[in-house]
């Protein structure tokens, strides 16, 4: 059974940091494109996530051009891990974030990701407030 766990949420102020965790389990990890997308509070019912970054099974990866030089995805393969590291953090980063994977990286733009990725976390509640 393919699980995705996310973890690594919070309540952060404006300009901080944090690091998400998504600990993947079930399939063969390396084989698959790992991606982070988020949903605002709110946007559900447009029934679209969206896309953050992606990576591919070679290490390389996209962003969403709106977040690139704040966030960095990454991975430790051996751990079937993935990463997010997001910093200087905007209220508007306000959102669910959730870890994806797909079997193959879709190209951008980031818009149209989600509808790609069919194994999906079940989400780490990311909030920036002061």
């Known amino acids: 059974e393919v699980q995705l766990v996310e973890s690594g949420g919070g309540l952060v102020q404006p300009g901080g940091s944090l690091r998400l965790t998504c600990a993947a389990s079930?399939?063969?990890?390396?084989?698959?494109?790992m991606g982070w997308f988020r949903q605002a509070l709110g946007k559900e019912h447009e029934g679209v996530a969206e896309g953050v970054a992606e990576i591919h099974s070679d290490g390389s990866t996209t962003y969403a051009d709106s977040l690139k030089g704040r966030f960095t995805i990454s991975q430790d393969n051996a751990r079937n891990t993935l990463y997010l590291q997001m910093n200087s953090l905007k209220p508007e980063d306000t959102a669910m974030y959730y870890c994806?994977?797909?079997?193959?990286?879709?190209?951008?733009?980031?818009?149209?990701?989600?509808?790609?990725?069919?194994?999906w976390g079940q989400g780490t509640q990311v909030t920036v407030s002061s």
């Open positions: 994806a994977a797909a079997p193959f990286c879709p190209a951008p733009p980031s818009s149209t990701w989600s509808r790609f990725f069919n194994y």
């Open positions: 079930g399939y063969t990890y390396s084989s698959y494109c």
